[in-house]
């Protein structure tokens, strides 16, 4: 079992920038394929992004390319998402999740272990 725990949601105006972090314990999380979605008000839960578990590859939805970073800190057990020039339509709960397999990682299919969540709200 993997329990993993957002932090870092808020409120932050149009323009600006929020750090997610995401803190994992049971098994090791080194080996694990760490990814970010987001889900809006009555929309579908969709991908943000994804980092392997060496951090050496990194992938993007095209909406948040260029404006959030995603890494990971294996000494940590920690997923961060750095999300810069926030919008109103970046508005969601986010929510970090792993994957045991590397194969999926563009659908919640992929993924195996599951955050709670946590709230971004940008004000225009």
């Known amino acids: 079992q993997v329990q993993l725990v957002e932090f870092g949601g808020g409120l932050v105006q149009a323009g600006g920038s929020l750090r997610l972090s995401c803190t994992a314990s049971?098994?090791?999380?080194?080996?694990?394929?760490m990814g970010w979605f987001r889900q809006a008000p009555g929309k579908e839960r969709v991908f943000v992004a994804a980092?392997?578990?060496?951090?050496?590859?990194?992938y993007y939805a095209d909406s948040v390319k260029g404006r959030f970073t995603i890494s990971r800190d294996n000494a940590k057990n920690t997923v961060y998402l750095q999300m810069n020039s926030l919008r109103p339509d970046d508005v969601a709960v986010y929510y970090c999740?792993?994957?045991?397999?590397?194969?999926?990682?563009?659908?919640?299919?992929?993924?195996?272990?599951w955050g709670q969540g946590t709230q971004v709200t940008v004000s225009s």
């Open positions: 999740a792993a994957a045991s397999q590397f194969t999926n990682l563009f659908y919640g299919a992929g993924y195996d272990y």
């Open positions: 049971g098994r090791t999380f080194s080996s694990y394929a």
């Open positions: 980092i392997m578990w060496t951090g050496g590859h990194t």
